[in-house]
């Protein structure tokens, strides 16, 4: 007694440093010309799932259905862990010692770099899965090209998110299938939920200065050629669910991906930072 | 202990049993497991259904405590850590219901009943969780104190409850080390992280011991689930078990424990240690805990709100059934 022994595990931070000596070698983390630009990219990488993880924690315990509690809070895992690795990648770019936790928990909504789609309100289970659906179908295609990412980081990341994403596209494909050609409310909801998300789901695909510079340098695709095997992915599944595709604007609401947010962001991080910002400093 | 104060069906001798009655204690007295489609005693059954169903409700609603941190967890890896905790608790809790519906009771009608107010779950989960702290206090005194009474019930007699023990016990000391170590940054910490995590034994040393329920040693009921082997040890042994292992952990904390009382006494080789207040317990037990309203409305409104998912699957479920028939038909 005390008979807890592996409680005192070596530091996490230590053992990712030891982890951090065996990374491959990659002269993208280093160029300082398209620092800023990876840096921004890296934190949009990392704000999308760390934003959209939290929203699906919020689930935790309040699920329609056990398996379904579960899986909601198993996909959050997935992307909190995702979340580690592109903004811990994202500290080493910016290389002035701010770590994942730091970028996670120390920045205002202003520096935040998700996709408005992301930081939605939950709403009903409807819109939940709605808005999983419509970004699992552009997260899964943007990996899938990111694992033959120039940067060797990027693809060992994006690899790995893969396999973890490919799921959630398959669950949530599945649920919007089933839930729309379900009774008439779920099919009324689902369709609500669609109208609802459909004007924040072109910010996914319009590119500007940091996505072309990437771009560019082979890092990631572009936005323009990860669009039309979105929307093939979008019409088979909607169309499998009898929904219909919205008749507004898919492109009415961005600006997420350049710090301008709407309401909903700065409540969210309000609740999220809270202990890193009331007692600054503490080590947990 | 997430089963508390269960009831059992009256206690019979060997000599009153039926030929069938005797057969069944003979086995569970040669440690042998009884399976679901096996002959029991409907008293057997019954107190089982409503062990393993309190059991199950109690890893359901206890999610909700501790799901209360999620989203403020202070780094990532915490908010990790934490979502797979909760999440085990929500698999626990299906393959407990798993467990009873081999029994032959449906896991919606479990589900009702613990809406309904009908079936009980711990009464710890009643209350609060106040700052970060308390997610270290749960996951060491609470899950430890479950632990307690889990270890045995891996020897179960029922075979499905035995197996599903097995797999919790696995991942509940996981769980306990986990808050242990949460206990041991904040016990390590700043002065004011080190008041939260004395405040946090402060409030949940007693309703953890209470987790055991009240003394049982002259119980009726007690003594025939103890006769089934479904229920291994007193609630006295396990309590008294619970505190000679906590103290020495809270001292390595360089935490008090709130017993002014507290005392090693060598001649039991234990410590001495004051019973809880037993009419907290039966008011948190009557539904005038801190927390009772919130915890059950928060399943109620889970459940009626997900309603229509459930229905939406069931029909889905149901066309594509009669799709598939009809495809089966005209191929004919």
Known sequence: ?284 | MYAQMVKSEGMKSLEEMSPEERAFQERIDANEKIEPKEWMPEGYRKTLIRQIGQHAHSEIVGQLPEGNWVTRAPTLERKAILLAKVQDEAGHGLYLYSAAETLGVTRDELTEKLLSGDMKYSSIFNYPTLTWADMGAVGWLVDGAAIMNQVPLQRTSYGPYSRAMIRICKEESFHQRQGFAIMMKMANGTPEQKEMAQDALNRFWFPALMMFGPSDADSVHSAQSMAWKIKMNTNDELRQKFVDETVPQAEFLGLTVPDKTLAWNEEKGGYDFAEPDWNEFFEVIKGNGPCNEERLSARQKAWSEGAWFREGLTAYADKAASRRAAAQMAAE
């Open chain 1, 1 to 284: 007694m005390p008979s807890l022994p592996d409680a005192a595990t070596p530091d996490a931070a230590a053992l990712a440093k030891q982890a951090a000596a065996h990374q491959s070698h990659d002269p993208h983390v280093a160029d300082v010309d398209l620092q800023p630009a990876l840096f921004d990219w890296l934190c949009r990488m990392g704000d999308n799932s760390l934003v959209l993880g939290h929203r699906l924690s919020e689930w935790c315990g309040h699920g329609p259905a056990l398996e379904e509690d579960i899986a909601l809070a198993n996909t959050a895992l997935d992307l909190i862990g995702q979340t580690q690795m592109w903004l811990a990648l994202a500290g080493e770019v910016e290389d002035a010692g701010r770590t994942a936790d730091d970028l996670a928990y120390l920045r205002d909504t202003s520096k935040f770099r998700n996709l408005k789609l992301v930081e939605l309100p939950n709403d009903d289970l409807a819109v939940t899965l709605m808005r999983g659906f419509l970004f699992d179908a552009f997260h899964f295609e943007l990996l899938k090209e990111l694992a033959g990412s120039s940067s060797p980081r990027v693809a060992e990341i994006a690899a790995k998110a893969l396999k973890e994403v490919s799921y959630h596209l398959e669950r949530s494909s599945d649920l919007v299938v089933r839930l729309g050609d379900g009774t008439t409310e779920s099919h009324e909801r689902m369709q609500a939920a669609l109208n609802r998300l459909w004007p924040y789901t072109g910010e996914m695909f319009k590119a500007d200065g940091v996505d072309e510079a990437v771009a560019e340098a082979g890092i990631a695709p572009k936005l323009s050629d990860v669009l039309p095997v979105w929307q093939r992915t979008v019409d088979d599944v909607l169309s499998e669910a009898t929904l219909a595709k919205p008749d507004r604007k898919f492109d009415a609401q961005t600006g997420g991906k350049q710090g301008r947010h709407t309401e909903h962001l700065g409540f969210l991080l309000a609740e999220m930072q809270f202990l890193q910002r009331a007692y600054p400093g503490a080590s947990w």
